[in-house]
C-alpha cells in the first residue's frame, strides 16, 4: 500500500525559514495535503497541492512538489513561536473509489525564541 | 464552518470494559473515519464509513467495530479495551464527491485521548 515518509523533529530559531520534507509511494495522487496539528486539538488542513503543479505559495508558506522523485516540501518564511505544533503531510490515496487519505508519521516543529 | 465534535475529550477506561466514542459532524458528509494517533507513527486508519450503516476496515480495524445509524454520527466501539488501546483517537468527515474544489479535505474533531489501566 501507499507509504508517506517524515522526518519526526525539526527545530529552528524564531525568524528562520523551517523546511519540512515528506516523501510519498503512490505516483498517480491526484491531490497532497499538509495539515497542522497544535497541541492538545485535531488536525487543521493547513495547505495542499494539485498533482499538475511544482509550487504553490500561500502568504508564509511554501509548498513545493517534485513528482519525479515524489518528494514534497513546506517552506515557512518567518517562523513564528506560534508555528509550533506537529505537521503531517498525506497523499489522497487512488486505488481504491473511497477518498481516503494516507498521512505520514508526522513532523514536530520547535521554534524557540 | 465544518464542525466535527467528539464526546469526550479524556477518557480513562478500565481493562474489559466495553468503551464508545462518539463523532458528530454538521456538514452532510458522507464519508467519516476513525483513526488513531500515536507517537512516532502517525495517523493510522481503524475504519471509515462512506454512507450510513456502511462501513469498511481501515489499517488497523482488530479490536474494534464502528456503528453508522445516522449520516451525522459515527461510533467507534471498543468491545473489550486492552491497555495497547491506550492512545489518542480522532475522528474525521469529507464529502465524497469531489465538491467545488476536488480537494476532498478531511475536517477533523479535537480528539479524545483514552487512557486504558
Known amino acids: 500500500g501507499e507509504d508517506v515518509e517524515q522526518s519526526l523533529f525539526l527545530s529552528v530559531r524564531e525568524g528562520d525559514s523551517s523546511v519540512i520534507n515528506c516523501t510519498y509511494t503512490?505516483?498517480?495522487?491526484?491531490?497532497l495535503y499538509w495539515y497542522k496539528q497544535e497541541p492538545g486539538a485535531g488536525l487543521q488542513l493547513l495547505t495542499y497541492?494539485?498533482?499538475?503543479?511544482d509550487m504553490k505559495q500561500d502568504q508564509r508558506l511554501t509548498v513545493l512538489l517534485n513528482k519525479k522523485d515524489k518528494h514534497l516540501s513546506l517552506r515557512i518564511a518567518d517562523t513564528q513561536t506560534g508555528d509550533s505544533a506537529i505537521y503531517f503531510c498525506a497523499e489522497r490515496e487512488t486505488n481504491t473509489g473511497f477518498q481516503k487519505l494516507v498521512f505520514g508519521t508526522g513532523t514536530r516543529l520547535l521554534v524557540s525564541p | 464552518d465544518v464542525k466535527v465534535t467528539q464526546s469526550s475529550r479524556y477518557l480513562v477506561k478500565r481493562t474489559g470494559e466495553k468503551v464508545f466514542l462518539e463523532c458528530v459532524q454538521d456538514m452532510d458528509h458522507e464519508n467519516m473515519f476513525w483513526y488513531r494517533q500515536d507517537p512516532g507513527l502517525g495517523l493510522r486508519l481503524i475504519y471509515f464509513s462512506y454512507d450510513v450503516k456502511m462501513k469498511e476496515k481501515g489499517d488497523i480495524p482488530e479490536g474494534y467495530s464502528v456503528s453508522r445509524e445516522k449520516k451525522e454520527r459515527f461510533s467507534l466501539i471498543l468491545e473489550s479495551a486492552s491497555t495497547n488501546q491506550t492512545s489518542m483517537y480522532l475522528c474525521?468527515?469529507?464529502?465524497?464527491?469531489?465538491?467545488?474544489?476536488?480537494?476532498?479535505?478531511?475536517?477533523f474533531g479535537p480528539g479524545t485521548r483514552l487512557t486504558v489501566t
Open positions: 497541492i494539485f498533482s499538475n503543479m
Open positions: 503512490d505516483s498517480s495522487s491526484t491531490y
Open positions: 474525521a468527515s469529507s464529502l465524497r464527491t469531489a465538491g467545488t474544489r476536488g480537494r476532498h479535505e478531511q475536517y
